[in-house]
């Protein structure tokens, strides 16, 4: 990723001195900067010892897998707990929660929603488990999703 940096030397160096690079991030004292030899985000090379090496950083955040969290049919279970049960655990509005429960209902099965693994997996769990409370066979359960990156 690039990233516009702003390197800023203070009166206190000797220097009143602004300037504006765009460069890979580093987390450096602008003072180290100079010694190193970076000036408009190029490095300078000023050969023999006394330089400090300094390796572009790399860009490290990926985004995790996701997974559909997918609740199922059945005959026994309310329509009004599947639709307290979207409300509580998925966010959502009487309305939407409704028409999630409705098109499972005629359908079979339907996406409540779509998050990184351990978030799906408990939002499943969470749900069984208030069903198996309340004494009703809803089920819910996780499938890995395509719409990432990695699909
Ligand atoms: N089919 C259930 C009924 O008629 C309602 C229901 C909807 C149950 C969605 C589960 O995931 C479900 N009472």
Excluded: W
């Amino acid at each position: 990723m690039r990233v516009r940096a702003r390197l800023v030397l203070s009166k206190r160096c000797g220097v009143d001195y602004t300037e504006s690079m765009t460069r890979d991030y580093l987390s450096i004292h602008p003072f180290a900067a100079s010694r190193a030899g970076v000036r408009n985000g190029e490095r300078e090379d000023h050969g023999g010892e006394g330089g400090l090496a300094i390796a572009p950083a790399k860009p490290k955040l990926k985004r995790p897998p996701l997974y559909r969290v997918i609740l199922l049919n059945d005959d026994y279970t309310p329509m009004e707990f599947v639709v307290l049960v979207l409300e509580q655990f998925f966010g959502m509005n009487r309305e939407k929660a409704t028409q999630v429960m409705l098109a499972v209902h005629t359908r079979g099965k339907g996406v409540c929603g779509i998050y990184p693994q351990d978030i799906a997996e408990t939002k499943a769990a969470q749900v069984n488990q208030s069903a198996r409370d309340s004494g009703h066979p809803l089920l819910c359960e996780v499938e890995p999703s395509m719409d990432d990156d990695e699909g």
